[in-house]
């Protein structure tokens, strides 16, 4: 439908703060499925998504941590940047956890699959659980 090149990227990222939290949701999804040609595109799709992981809808915040998680794979692990990253997730996901139970259940499984990709991100927060 849409040809995600760079340009196509950087005009939704833009679109991204003047849109509905739908619209949000529809953005983010998208971005999941693009590939960033290298490390310093992925870098930069992360910097101006990650303002979303403190958004008030829960959905929003677990469609940017889905993209977040997709283009850490793609650095890898040992970057400052990724470690930097993996500090920001662990709060806005704690946080979920405070929400209403139908909203907390959903938390609590992408949580399972996010500790499974990588274990030591809520290694700060073991006494919420």
Known sequence: LIEMDTATINKLLTALN???????????????SFNP????????????????LAHANAAVVLSA????????EMMGK????????SKKLSPPLVTLL??????QYVAL???????QKRPDI????MKVF
């Not at 949000?24 to 971005?31: A, E, V």
């Not at 941590?65 to 850490?72: P, W």
């Open 78 to 85: 040992d970057t400052d940047f990724v470690t930097g990253i």
């Open 37 to 52: 040609k290298d490390d310093r595109e992925a870098q930069s799709i992360c910097e101006r998504i990650t303002p979303r």
């Open 122 to 125: 809520l290694k700060q927060e």
């Open 65 to 72: 941590v889905k993209v977040l998680m997709k283009y850490m």
């Open 109 to 115: 499984r992408n949580i399972n699959l996010i500790i």
């Open 18 to 32: 003047e849109c509905t939290e739908w619209g949000q949701i529809f953005i983010l999804d998208n971005l999941s």
């Open 98 to 103: 405070s929400s209403e139970p139908e909203v």
